[in-house]
């Protein structure tokens, strides 16, 4: 019943994850990319509604592509994993022997020996569901079942990415003045990108305000960049 409990514990844990983990990716790419997108154009003088068009343009696109992108990344991750199971299948068919000294060999180094090692490998081996999950978990670490939905992966990096990326944006569509949009974009964009920081401790179990400073110095860093690129090439029209 506890080992159950812990499963069921470590499988939403499992999916919790994979959730944020699409979740920090798409606002970290939709916050980073459009702020230095836009005050790249800002930095080559463009006008504002020219500013306001390219800019919303860009946020479409560039979520499409992630959402894209996602879909068939994690479809091939998807189709290796069963690919990978096949191969399990028919090695544990053709060659069982040397699967069975593989499971074997794998609880000897877990500290089982003699007779104790002999029944659990017999029980193993006597459940061909059970030895192969055996099987895919120590040569491949595979859950067999547990595959990411690509659908389910790409609606949430696209709508992440495109609410995230309207966060600098926003300012742009509110007010004309384009050096005061870029200013108000700037502060949206690095008091969003410090939450999603600590948002993403969840994960990596680091310190929170380390984690939300890293985030805000990367988005300022891609800022100024390209603020001063978009200044150079404008020099030359």
Wanted: aromatic fraction near 12%.
């Amino acid at each position: 019943m506890v080992m159950k409990k812990k499963r069921e514990k470590f499988e939403s844990e499992h999916e919790k994850g994979k959730f944020i983990r699409h979740f920090v990716f798409g606002a970290e790419d939709g916050l980073i990319s459009t702020l230095g997108f836009l005050t790249g154009i800002v930095g080559a003088s463009l006008s504002h509604i020219t500013i306001v068009i390219v800019g919303i343009a860009e946020v479409f696109a560039a979520a499409l592509s992630m959402g894209i992108g996602t879909y068939l990344s994690t479809k091939s991750s998807v189709e290796l994993i069963k690919r990978n199971i096949d191969i399990e299948k028919d090695e544990i068919k053709i060659m069982p022997k040397r699967e069975r000294k593989e499971i074997e060999v794998m609880y000897r180094k877990k500290g089982f020996k003699g007779n104790k090692l002999k029944k659990i490998v017999d029980k193993i081996v006597s459940n061909k569901k059970v030895w192969l999950g055996e099987m895919l978990g120590f040569e491949l670490g595979i859950v067999p079942g547990k595959y990411e939905n690509p659908i389910k992966s790409a609606v949430i990096m696209f709508f992440t990415f495109i609410v995230l990326a309207f966060i600098p944006l926003a300012s742009y569509l509110f007010v004309e003045n384009v050096m005061s949009a870029l200013f108000t974009s700037v502060v949206l964009t690095m008091i969003t990108l410090f939450l999603v920081g600590a948002i993403k401790t969840k994960l990596t179990r680091k310190a929170w305000w380390k984690s939300g400073l890293e985030m805000m110095v990367l988005g300022l860093v891609a800022a100024i960049v390209t603020f001063y690129i978009g200044q150079f090439i404008s020099g030359f029209y």
